[in-house]
Every structure is written in structure tokens, then in C-alpha cells.
């Protein structure tokens, strides 16, 4: 199958407690496309960036076999930037600084090409373009599914409901769905998050897994405990890309193949974490990738043997 993605691709400044970065590349979008193609061979993206965007890095989204006729550049203007800072324990970070450039007048062009893709994935982006994008395929996607941050929750609650009304499946943390659903219960949250529009749920725990509701049935997936995280910026998106590409490529969107999806994105968020920015994801090989995958498996299966 084919997946598309819309989403930021960026430059990121981060400090953390091991270090800091000068600019680095970054961007829900980059995560997300390089994720994803550890699974899925037909992938397309809508982006925009300025023309301080290197080479090197779109050649690498192209190696990766990501279609990149919808990703703008823009000459004579910036690309998006933006920059935070992480606390001791690595669960909490604020943004310093969140530059636009380029995204402030972001039209989500979609090539005659991209028409008929699908499965789709939001990447975090102003709310209003992301619904703009399911607006402009002419054909549904079998899932379209969408990912937020509070910083949109802040400025443009309105604007976040209407575009809740148009996806399948949510994916955000538990922090971002307490404040979505004004709800401290994580249950009573995915029930209030499911009225608004998603039949599908996933809440993001850090460190702590992940949960998948849908219906009357619910999912929760381990969190691999790693001795050091060095860098958690990007971790959301990769098992958002991981997620998706494994579905795509799978081509099956039952609640069983959606479980092994988050071990698949779980799997590729807990090597996201381990550099700063997209390096050790672009280092991993597929044989990497079915280690870490089979750790997780181990990690959560167990024969129960009781009696009453
Ligand atoms: P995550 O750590 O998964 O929340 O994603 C971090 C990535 O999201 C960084 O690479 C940023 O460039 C990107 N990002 C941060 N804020 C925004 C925003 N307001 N719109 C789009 N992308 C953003």
C-alpha cells in the first residue's frame, strides 16, 4: 500500500541533560517518513521547506524511497525552526523558541499523483491544514490518523475539534489527552477524546508505554526500560511512523494488526531516543530493528497458570 505523510520538516536546536545541539535536522514529518520506511517502500510526503534546507538530507528521505514532488521549497525563506530544552528526568521539556518561517503560510499541495493513497498520517501541524489535506483527496483513506501538541490545544482549540471530526485515529500523549478532555482518568479521557470524532485512540505514555482503546476494547503495550535516553525529541513521531508504516505495509487495520503496529513503533521510538535527533535512527539496520522488536515481544508475553 502507500502512505503519505504531512508534516514538519525542520531544523531543531535541543538541550538535554547530556548536551546540546547547534541546529539539527528535525521535524515531525522527517520522523515520521524515516520511520515508516523501515516497513513501507511506497511512501509520499506533503512538507515545506526553505531553501536552507540541505541536499543531503532530502536525498536521504529519497534513498528511503519517499516520494518528495509534494514537499515545497521555498527560495528566499527560512525553514521551520524550533528549540527545547529538557528537564532532569527527560519526561518534561519546554520550548524555547518555535519559528514558523515557512509554515506560517503553508499550503498543503497535493501532487495529481498522491491521489488514491491509502492510509494518511497528520504529522503535528496547525490543525486547520491538516484538515485541509483530508479535504484534497479526492479519494478516503482506508485510516487517517493525526497527531497534536498542547501548543495547538492553547491556540486553537476550535480549529483542533473540527479536525477531530475528520480522522480515524488520534495518537497523542498522556498529558495532551488529560488536557484535550479535561479529564484526569485516562479511561474517562479516551472516552471523551473518542466522542469527539476518532474511533481510534492512542495514548502515549513515555518511558511507560502505550495505550490503544477502540470500542470496548483496549490495548496497553510495555515501555522497554533503557538503562540511558539520551534524547527523546522526535520519539513521538517515530512510533507514530513505525505505526503507520507497519499498518500500510501490512495493509490491514484490525485491532490485532494495530497492537503489533505500536510494538513496531514502540520498537523504533525506543532507538529514536538513544542519539540526539534522527542520527541513531538513520544508523539501525532491519536486523537492529527485529532485535529490539523481539525484546518487546519477550517483554510482555507470559503464560498464566492458576487455579481458583
Ligand atoms: P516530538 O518530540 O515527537 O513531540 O516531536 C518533536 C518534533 O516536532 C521536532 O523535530 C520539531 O521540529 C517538531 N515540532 C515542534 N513543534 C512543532 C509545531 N508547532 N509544528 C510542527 N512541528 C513541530
Sequence with gaps: MS??????VAFDAIETPFGKTDKIIGGAGTYIAIAASFFEKDQKIVAVVGDDFPQSML???SNRNVDLTGLQIKIGEKSFFWSGKYH??????????TELNVLEHFDPIIPEKYQGVEFLMLGNLTPQVQKLVVERLETRPKLVAMDTMNFWMDIAMDD?????????????NDEEARQLSGENSLAKASKAIRNMGPKYLIIKKGEHGALLFHGDQMFSAPGLPLE????PTGAGDTFAGGFMGYLSSTNDISFDNMKRAIIAGSALASYCVEKFGTEKLTQISQQDLDQRIQQFVA????EMIYQL
Excluded: W
Design 160 to 172: 483542533l475539534k473540527e479536525t477531530l471530526k475528520v480522522v480515524d485515529l488520534l495518537i497523542i
Design 228 to 231: 540511558e535516553v539520551f534524547d
Design 299 to 302: 517483554l510482555a508475553n507470559f
Design 59 to 61: 536525498d536521504l528521505l
Design 3 to 8: 502512505l503519505l505523510t504531512v508534516g514538519s
Design 88 to 97: 532532569n528526568d527527560m519526561n518534561s521539556r519546554d520550548t524555547l523558541i
